[in-house]
């Protein structure tokens, strides 16, 4: 069956060969008849264009039309006779192509001879003569390629006709099996499809991870080039972009080279880098500390390939370590300060308050007068010192005043001006206007002395120092690039010079107590701590702006204070009131002070009660049969304070009038060192005048 099959498919082959073979010459002969007709007629038509050149004998018009016939229509030439059969004009083609000669030396190609009178108004005047190239073979054989072409499409369509059964029956198998493997595929599909979406999940959650750190993260070569960075790296170290940051060397953000090559050293010899501190620069410029973690990635040879690392910005968090390792020394040196201050101040009220009893009894004309002087100066002096101790350690009380800083100022420059002498000009520059401030005026007169003393020792020779005041107001955007700095309304009060400045040691150094670039007797050292002691306490903050050879500028801001300025009376020590036989209660555990203030009292006409202690004050105040007018007390007693003493004291005279003194607070009477509205208190040492005065203000409190 399969046999006769092939023998009819190669018999109709050969049928069909043959009909195609007599269709193509059947065609060749047609189309060699129509193409000689056609070029018959169209050589007739040349010779009617030329008739006009023949008849006028224009030789140039003839050559031109025929030379374009020739090349236009494959003439191998063509010449032009007139009646007499004279040469009028010959044209020549172009020389056929080596194919052409190919084809004419087969006979594929013939020459056929093209003739046909030339006539003018119905004359003839003459011939017109071609040989033309019968290139019709090119036809032929286009025909021939086509013929071809369709046997063998026919062929082959007959070939997959026959094929198609077969095929059918093997593909009705192949299915069947394909079906098997695409149901296994579709499985095989679904689970890498699975395993795509997962590896994209955690793709998606490790560029999250990255993006989204806290940590600066980064992956970089091991010639220090950045390869890929998150958002927290680019601000960071300020890039304005991710280009900028990967045009950027990792060498160019250490400080120096050995900060990069120790990284790299500790890297490649532990493969990991752990809490590893160094300080970076910013792109501006700005010096930043970080903390970095980071590992090693190696290649299959052992070869670092790469670096990925983290970076904590931690330049914050160390500047707040160091201000609170400051603060925490300053606040050890002022508890020192403040309990060494105690009892040295009793000590010191004990002989101003005998030398001034001795020189109410002393001529001023006699030699021991001179001496009781001296004594009383040196005193005075250690009591001052005692008050620059407790003003750094914040320790005394103090009676906060609303101020219009311009008004104390003014008040003091006469004093300062003695005080900074007569080569140095003091140049003062007010504000128009002031919001007021809340401070005790005393602690004005501390702060301009001191930084006016230490200006003046700046100085060499003539200079200038300059007081100025103004109004500030700070947000929190600039406080946060501004550390030290307090966001709110603030109160300037400046002091510049003109002098030798500072260096970055005694920049450093600025506020410790009893630091000081003078030389010995020259000063304390207490200064500077001391008006840091007092702006801190009025919740404000200072700074300092200095240049070698220039001078120095000291900033200090004090908080603005909403409420209207009222004047308030101050206490005078310039004469010592006496009293009228008021019964005066004193408590104090110093037997040396209470002996002291007890005879002071006596000889201003007070009528006065004391005790050692507050048991036995409170008992005598129960058994007491009349009025007591004033409780002096001590603040820091054993058994209880003064401030128990006095509510007890209280309580059982309802009218009593209260003044507190003391070496230092504790924060006993004071609120953060604030006496409270209407709270009488003398520092110790105290001198028999200021005793007399704070005495006689206290009787006469409403």
Known sequence: M????????????????VFLLALFCAGVLLHDLHIRKKAHARFTSHA????????????????????????????ASIVMRDTRGKLFQQASGQAPGKLQQFFIGLGLIPRVTLASPVRYNDKVIGSLQATWYCDTIYF???????????????????GLVHEKKALKDRVAHRTRELSDLNTSLQQEIMKHKNAQEDLQKSEERYRAYFEENIAGAYISSPAGRLIACNREY???????????????????????????????????KNGRVSGHETTFKRTDGTLIHLIENAAAVFDKDGNLHHIRGFLLDVTEKRSLESQLIQTQKMESIGRLAGGVAHDFNNMLNVILGHTDLALDKVEPSAPLYKNLQQIRKAASHSADITKQLLGFARK???????????????????????????????????AKRLWPVKIDPSQVDQILANLCVNARDAITGMGKITIETGMKSFDR?????????????FVLLAVSDNGCGMDQETQANLFEPFYTTKGIGKGTGLGLSTVYGIVKQNKGFISVYTEQGTGTSFHVYLPRYGDAIRQMPEV????????????????????AILELL????????????????????LALARAYDGRIHLLITDVVMPEMNGRELARQITALYPQIRLLFMSGYTANVIAHQGVLDQGVQFIQKPFSMQEIAARVDRALKQQ
């Open 572 to 591: 005078s020590v310039a004469h010592m009131p006496s009293g009228n036989g008021e019964t005066i209660l004193i408590v104090e555990d110093e037997d």
């Open 477 to 489: 955007s600039y406080c946060a690039d501004h550390p030290d700095f307090v966001p709110g309304d």
């Open 234 to 268: 680019l601000r960071i170290f300020g890039f304005s972009d991710r280009r900028q940051a990967l045009d950027t060397p990792l060498t160019d953000i250490y400080t120096t080279k050995a900060d990069r090559e120790k990284f790299l050293e500790i890297l490649l």
């Open 2 to 17: 399969h046999r006769e099959s092939v023998l009819t498919h190669k018999l109709a082959t050969a049928l069909t060969a």
């Open 140 to 158: 032929d054989m286009i025909v021939l390629v086509v013929l071809v072409l369709v046997f063998v499409i026919f062929q082959l369509y007959r």
């Open 396 to 430: 005394q009380a103090i009676s906060p005043k609303a101020l219009d800083l311009n008004e104390t100022v003014e008040g003091m420059l006469k004093m300062l001006r003695r005080l900074i002498g007569e080569d140095i000009d003091l140049l003062w520059q007010p």
């Open 598 to 617: 007890q005879t002071m009292l006596l000889q201003l006409g007070y009528s006065v009660i004391a005790e050692s202690s507050p048991s036995s004050a």
């Open 48 to 75: 009617v264009i030329v008739a006009n050149a023949l008849w006028n004998h224009n030789r140039m018009g003839a050559f031109e039309y025929l030379s374009l016939a020739c090349r236009s229509h494959n003439y």
